[in-house]
């Protein structure tokens, strides 16, 4: 009886840590599970935003205009993935998104590359716009200044590069 009694005491040493395991395993399963909910819902919310902008903006332009149409098209579209968002959540767009990919591989690679593409134009709109913010307000603080340090590609087309402006010896000529 000894060996029996003993075998169920070690028996249920093994499966504590186990069980623990499990345990702690569901716990860090539903806290990630509702971080989930949560982000989904400020990503819907976030789109619902600029959804509702652009239905504003689209109600202040002229009646006749081409572009009210799209950016109303495009309200309507950002207040429909809201409502996705708030009813499957992010894991049901990551679900539909691998099950297109199954399904149309050509599409879907067509698909990222339009999206790739067109991510890439909006980052070069937006920092060429920044830039062109940046340099009004440097030229400005150049023109205060009385200087014309404003444009390091400008002052290396007057000055040439930092090799020949500085160590003339590296062009490869010799000094004048």
Same mark, same amino acid.
Request: no cysteine; glycine share 10%.
């Given at each position: ?50 959804? %509702?902008?652009?239905?504003?903006? @689209? #109600? *202040?332009? !002229? ?5 009210? $149409?799209?950016? &109303?098209?495009? +309200? ?18 990551? %679900?539909?998104?691998?099950?297109? @990919? #199954? *399904?149309? !591989? ?5 698909? $990222?590359?339009? &999206?790739?593409? +067109? ?18 307000? %440097? ?5 205060? #200044? ?31």
């Amino acid at each position: 009886m000894t060996d029996s009694l003993s075998g169920d005491l070690w028996a249920g040493e093994r499966e504590a840590p186990a069980d623990k395991a499990r345990a702690a395993a569901h716990t860090v399963r539903e806290r990630a599970d509702e971080q989930a909910r949560a982000q989904s819902h400020r990503a819907a919310d976030r789109v619902r935003q600029v959804a %509702d902008e652009l239905s504003q903006l @689209a #109600r *202040q332009a !002229p009646d006749d205009s081409p572009t009210r $149409t799209l950016v &109303a098209r495009a +309200a309507d579209g950002g207040h429909r993935a809201a409502g996705y968002l708030d009813r499957r959540g992010l894991g049901g767009l990551l %679900d539909d998104t691998q099950r297109m @990919a #199954r *399904q149309r !591989p050509a599409a879907f690679v067509g698909a $990222t590359a339009l &999206a790739g593409f +067109a991510m890439g134009r909006l980052a070069k709109a937006g920092r060429a716009a920044s830039q062109d913010q940046d340099g009004e307000r %440097d030229q400005g603080r150049s023109r205060d #200044r009385g200087s014309d340090a404003s444009d390091p590609v400008e002052r290396s087309a007057r000055r040439g590069t930092f090799d020949q402006a500085d160590h003339p010896e590296r062009t490869g000529y010799p000094e004048a």
